[in-house]
Nanobody, 126 residues
Framework: QVQLAESGGGLVQAGGSRRLSCAAS????????MGWFRQAPGKGRELVVG??????????KPNYEGRFTISRDESKNALSLYLQMNNLEPEDTAVYYC?????????????????WGQGTPVNVST
């Protein structure tokens, strides 16, 4: 079992930036894909960007590539995921979730992830 904890959400003005973090704990050696998802008010959860552990392959949904950047830290004693969000728009207002999977192909979002954090809300004001 993998536990995920997101942080970094909050209120930001349109055009601003925000960096989200996700700390993974537990059976992190079994994690082969991670990703950031978001759920806007009244909408379903959608993939923003996924990353494959090891070689770092990424998959960005077209709406986010260029403004959002995913990165990870796979140091010996920690597994963390980050999402740098730039030029934020009010439409980016959502709860952002970190996800993890034991399948190395899940980072493309073709299947649902197995483990989820509680989410961190981001509110972009005009």
């Amino acid at each position: 079992q993998v536990q995920l904890a997101e942080s970094g959400g909050g209120l930001v003005q349109a055009g601003g930036s925000r960096r989200l973090s996700c700390a993974a704990s537990g059976r992190t050696l079994s994690v082969y894909s991670m990703g950031w998802f978001r759920q806007a008010p009244g909408k379903g959860r959608e993939l923003v960007v996924g990353i494959r552990m090891g070689d770092g392959s990424t998959y960005y949904k077209p709406n986010y590539e260029g403004r959002f950047t995913i990165s990870r830290d796979e140091s010996k004693n920690a597994l963390s995921l980050y999402l740098q969000m730039n030029n934020l728009e009010p439409e980016d207002t959502a709860v952002y979730y970190c996800g993890a999977s034991r399948d190395s192909t899940d980072y493309t979002g073709q299947r649902d992830f197995e483990s989820w954090g509680q989410g961190t809300p981001v509110n972009v004001s005009t």
